[in-house]
């Protein structure tokens, strides 16, 4: 479960800027998640509570936000969203797509008190 992993990577990035900003509590974390990053929502959800015992971010409500996946037409020149890595662009059928977007996962923010 590579999920945990990607908690621990956040728990570093949560203590690290609670500590450079002083603060004492994480109450929400917000996450964007792209459509292909290949996340488990549900097993992320479940290391959360787990991985952030003991931290400024224990208790922390996690928001997981989702970012389409997107790519450019080479037949059409358009960037568009696209539902799956292999779909044909929605705007002129062509098949010539180059992903652009909806591989990343990144903290949008923290709430903090």
Known sequence: ???MSLCEGIRSIV???ARAHAVARVTRVRLEIGRFAGVE???LSFAW???MRGTPAEGAELVMLDVPGQALCFDCGREVDIEERLSPCPLCGGGK???TGG???RIKDLEVI
């Open 49 to 51: 509570d787990i991985v």
């Open 41 to 43: 929502k549900q097993a």
């Open 103 to 105: 591989q990343e996962m």
């Open 97 to 99: 797509l180059v992903p």
């Open 15 to 17: 203590e690290e800027q």
């Open 1 to 3: 479960m590579h999920e």
